[in-house]
């Protein structure tokens, strides 16, 4: 694992960039979180491949409107308000990740996060599919050419179309992740053969692919990489007391056995 984006930013088949989602997983704890940090990099203290642990930034004061706030019958508004940590809790959860060896990314979900992302010095910008046609946070995103992810779970191939051509217009470095936004995704259900529609259709664009499956699914992982897939995203947690891992996140052991078998596949 090394903390050095390599000229082709992105990664290539036989070197991907992983990414790990951290998302809440840190419960609103920043002890929490340095704990998943350190398990992801023992995990992949073997592998080789470049890393980078992903944050997820919401501007919540403007993101939830006053008359929803703590309004926990939205599970969603109950799980952000809990969750809730500083900007220098932030801070130091992406300090402490560089010091672990990872890059860093960042996925922004409204405009004001993502000038922060530009401000805590991200090596990379992630569009979550959600936001994926959400036009003005392109834009912002757009202005300050770092190297962007776009998601395209539940986009058309219009929709699609869209997205690359805007961006690809306007950032120096684009990647566009097949993901199907399905928490976990059945393996019958992980339409892998659109990373082939994806690589043929947007040339020039580095193609990935974000995974929800079952953390015990190690296999899906080398069929993407065949398949052209130069980015690998997998959601990380670790099981704590009074704190579960979602059924769609990796712990250490299931992290280890997924990056060997990317290593086995790239060779």
Not at 56 to 74: K, S, W
Not at 92 to 103: I, K
Request: glycine fraction near 6%; charge should be negative.
């Amino acid at each position: 694992m090394t903390n050095t984006i390599s000229s082709d930013i992105f990664g290539t088949n036989s070197h991907p960039l992983l990414i790990l989602d951290l998302a809440n997983n840190h419960n609103g704890s920043v002890a929490h979180g340095k704990a998943i940090i350190d398990s992801a990099a023992e995990a992949l203290s073997e592998i080789g491949f470049p890393a980078a642990i992903k944050f997820q930034y919401r501007d919540l004061d403007t993101l939830i409107h006053p008359d929803f706030v703590g309004n926990y019958a939205f599970k969603y508004i109950k799980r952000f308000e809990e969750t809730r940590i500083s900007d220098s809790d932030y801070l130091e959860l992406v300090d402490y990740s560089r010091e672990r060896g990872f890059l860093t990314a960042c996925t922004p979900f409204d405009e004001i996060s993502v000038k922060k992302v530009v401000d805590h010095g991200f090596d990379i910008m992630k569009v979550a599919s959600a936001c994926a046609t959400d036009w003005p946070l392109l834009t912002e995103v757009a202005k300050h050419d770092m190297p962007v992810i776009v998601s395209t779970g539940g986009l058309s191939i219009r929709e699609t179309d869209r997205v690359a051509a805007f961006m690809s217009k306007r950032v120096t470095h684009l990647a566009l992740m097949h993901c199907v936004a399905v928490y976990p995704t059945p393996d019958d259900q992980l339409a892998l053969n659109r990373i082939d529609t994806l690589r043929d259709r947007y040339k020039g664009i580095t193609i990935g692919y974000s995974t929800h499956e079952n953390p015990d699914n190690f296999v899906a992982g080398g069929l993407a990489l065949a398949k052209g897939a130069q980015i690998l995203e997998r959601h990380v947690g670790l099981e704590s007391e009074g704190m579960s891992v979602n059924a769609y996140s990796s712990q250490a052991g299931e992290l280890k056995s997924w990056a060997e078998h990317l290593r086995d596949a790239a060779k």
